[in-house]
């Protein structure tokens, strides 16, 4: 009689154990890579004054070198996510950060603007393509019951490299000048990928799908569990098929299209309002009357608002699911962007609301984040997290130019946060429906469509 087959659903197995160190190791290298990404992200925007002054241009001129970022980090994060669902989340971080890490030192050596636009272009789609794919690979070594928590604060590494970065940028250019800035955000990522080479996993669901020889498969595991015990020839399952044809496309498939569009017009509508905040809160406060300083730092506890709440919101987020918290993070965040114009010259009342929205809109994108990354299976979750990013991307670019062209009109302080808090008002609609049609959490939705098991 021939021995029975031992079998281990790796979901269920990683579900059923605590979280371990490497499950923590592996968050923590993901967020490194992050946090050198918003550090290289925000670049720009610490070097401008001094590229202005030191050649002798208009600040206008520097409006395209702004745009060509962030077309960048659309289209990586629309082209590596297909990508690493084919070849695997840590070829294309690895590749993404010497990218970004290259071209960076090569951004250094600018000398006018065409090159600093196509150099910041470049860079920006090594930055784009990172980020998706560390969203992924941590959300898939994580139980389903802590994965919300640990991808957003995974995430704020992005946030706390672009706080650091302006503090690091403001001694560097100092002692060193504005170059300095660029060769450390290049030589930084360098350093980092031999350590990403020896540390960083592939995804073992990622493997398992591809069929990747058992014995790899058991060594990733072994690491999860170092007290687990196999028999000889057991076999890995996820529970999840095989999916075929083009990736973007499988988005829209399987009981999937209804949340891809609710996704998308959240991340859209999100981050449409994040950098317009982000962006153009200082500049605002500072027409207000208040001092620049002061209103640089009341500008800087946006993204810290949103860096303290994320534990908090992770939390919440695993226990109650996605979709039912979004529409009340959007929600309250459209609340208070609209009181924001209502706050005049009050330093307290500014710094108490710019905070409180930090924490409700980049809490929600935080939020969006982890949400997408359940929603999607194994096969398609880095495509699925790269377009929500990319399609989000878009919204980026378009914020602060509206927001700039209502200041060109002079639109009193008051009327330009109400209109800010609108697309908030469109992310909790497409939250509170993507809830209705899929419940509190969304994430097994449905499965891929091909009928072969994944199975090593």
């Given at each position: 009689?021939?021995?029975?087959?031992?079998?281990?659903?790796?979901p269920?197995?990683?579900d059923?154990?605590?979280v371990?160190?490497?499950?923590?190791?592996?968050?923590?290298?993901?967020?490194?890579?992050?946090f050198?990404?918003g550090?290289d992200?925000?670049?720009?925007?610490?070097?401008?004054?001094?590229?202005?002054?030191?050649?002798?241009i208009?600040?206008?001129?520097?409006?395209?070198?702004?745009?060509?970022?962030l077309?960048?980090?659309?289209?990586?994060a629309?082209?590596?996510?297909?990508?690493a669902?084919?070849?695997?989340?840590?070829?294309?971080?690895?590749?993404?950060?010497?990218?970004?890490?290259?071209?960076?030192?090569?951004?250094?050596?600018?000398?006018?603007?065409?090159q600093?636009?196509?150099f910041?272009?470049?860079?920006?789609?090594?930055?784009?393509?990172?980020?998706p794919?560390?969203?992924?690979?941590?959300?898939?070594?994580?139980?389903?019951?802590?994965r919300?928590?640990?991808?957003?604060?995974?995430?704020?590494?992005?946030?706390?490299g672009a706080?650091?970065?302006?503090?690091?940028?403001?001694?560097?250019?100092?002692d060193?000048?504005?170059?300095?800035?660029?060769?450390?955000g290049?030589?930084?990522?360098?350093l980092?990928?031999?350590l990403?080479?020896?540390?960083l996993?592939?995804s073992?669901?990622?493997?398992?799908?591809s069929?990747?020889?058992?014995?790899?498969?058991?060594?990733?595991?072994?690491?999860i569990?170092?007290?687990?015990?196999?028999?000889p020839?057991?076999?890995?399952?996820?529970?999840?098929?095989?999916?075929?044809?083009?990736?973007?496309?499988?988005l829209?498939r399987?009981?999937?299209?209804?949340?891809?569009?609710?996704?998308?017009?959240?991340?859209?509508?999100?981050?449409?309002?994040?950098?317009?905040?982000?962006?153009?809160?200082p500049?605002?406060?500072n027409?207000?009357?208040?001092?620049?300083r002061?209103?640089?730092i009341?500008?800087?506890?946006?993204?810290?608002?949103?860096?303290i709440?994320?534990?908090?919101?992770?939390?919440?987020?695993?226990?109650?699911?996605?979709?039912?918290?979004?529409?009340?993070l959007y929600?309250?965040g459209?609340?208070?962007?609209?009181?924001?114009?209502?706050?005049?010259?009050?330093?307290?009342?500014l710094?108490?609301?710019?905070?409180?929205?930090?924490?409700?809109?980049v809490?929600?994108?935080?939020?969006?984040?982890?949400?997408?990354?359940?929603?999607?299976?194994?096969?398609?979750?880095?495509?699925?997290?790269?377009?929500?990013?990319?399609?989000?991307?878009?919204?980026?670019?378009?914020?602060?130019?509206?927001?700039?062209?209502?200041i060109?009109?002079?639109?009193?302080?008051?009327?330009?946060?109400?209109?800010?808090?609108?697309?908030?008002?469109?992310?909790?609609?497409?939250?509170?429906?993507?809830?209705?049609?899929?419940?509190?959490?969304?994430?097994?939705?449905?499965?891929p469509?091909e009928?072969?098991?994944?199975?090593?």
């Amino acid at each position: 009689m021939a021995a029975r087959e031992t079998v281990i659903d790796i979901p269920s197995f990683i579900d059923r154990r605590p979280v371990g160190a490497f499950q923590y190791w592996v968050a923590a290298l993901c967020a490194l890579t992050v946090f050198i990404d918003g550090f290289d992200t925000q670049s720009i925007a610490f070097v401008a004054p001094s590229i202005v002054k030191e050649w002798h241009i208009e600040r206008p001129a520097l409006a395209p070198i702004f745009s060509a970022s962030l077309v960048g980090l659309l289209v990586g994060a629309l082209s590596f996510g297909p990508i690493a669902d084919k070849v695997g989340r840590r070829a294309v971080i690895m590749i993404c950060t010497l990218v970004f890490g290259v071209m960076t030192l090569v951004t250094a050596l600018a000398t006018d603007v065409t090159q600093l636009l196509i150099f910041r272009f470049i860079t920006g789609i090594g930055l784009g393509g990172a980020m998706p794919n560390a969203i992924a690979l941590t959300a898939e070594y994580c139980p389903q019951r802590r994965r919300a928590t640990i991808v957003m604060v995974m995430f704020t590494g992005f946030s706390l490299g672009a706080f650091v970065g302006g503090i690091a940028a403001a001694a560097l250019i100092q002692d060193f000048g504005w170059r300095s800035v660029w060769w450390v955000g290049g030589v930084v990522p360098l350093l980092l990928l031999p350590l990403q080479w020896r540390a960083l996993p592939e995804s073992i669901r990622f493997l398992i799908l591809s069929n990747a020889p058992a014995e790899r498969v058991e060594r990733l595991v072994r690491l999860i569990a170092p007290d687990a015990r196999f028999a000889p020839g057991t076999r890995f399952d996820i529970g999840e098929l095989r999916a075929a044809g083009v990736p973007v496309v499988r988005l829209f498939r399987d009981r999937r299209s209804w949340g891809t569009v609710c996704l998308w017009l959240m991340f859209f509508m999100n981050l449409l309002d994040l950098f317009f905040l982000q962006n153009w809160i200082p500049t605002i406060t500072n027409g207000a009357g208040i001092a620049l300083r002061t209103a640089v730092i009341i500008g800087s506890l946006f993204q810290l608002g949103g860096v303290i709440a994320a534990p908090v919101l992770g939390l919440i987020v695993d226990r109650f699911g996605g979709c039912r918290v979004l529409p009340v993070l959007y929600g309250s965040g459209a609340i208070v962007v609209a009181l924001l114009g209502q706050a005049g010259a009050s330093v307290p009342a500014l710094a108490l609301l710019t905070f409180a929205a930090g924490a409700c809109v980049v809490g929600a994108q935080n939020s969006a984040n982890a949400l997408s990354a359940m929603f999607y299976p194994t096969a398609m979750r880095a495509t699925g997290v790269g377009w929500c990013l990319g399609i989000g991307r878009i919204g980026a670019i378009i914020g602060p130019l509206i927001a700039g062209f209502l200041i060109s009109l002079h639109w009193p302080n008051a009327s330009i946060f109400l209109l800010g808090a609108l697309p908030l008002v469109c992310a909790t609609l497409g939250a509170a429906a993507m809830g209705l049609r899929y419940g509190a959490d969304p994430s097994a939705a449905a499965s891929p469509a091909e009928p072969a098991a994944a199975r090593v």
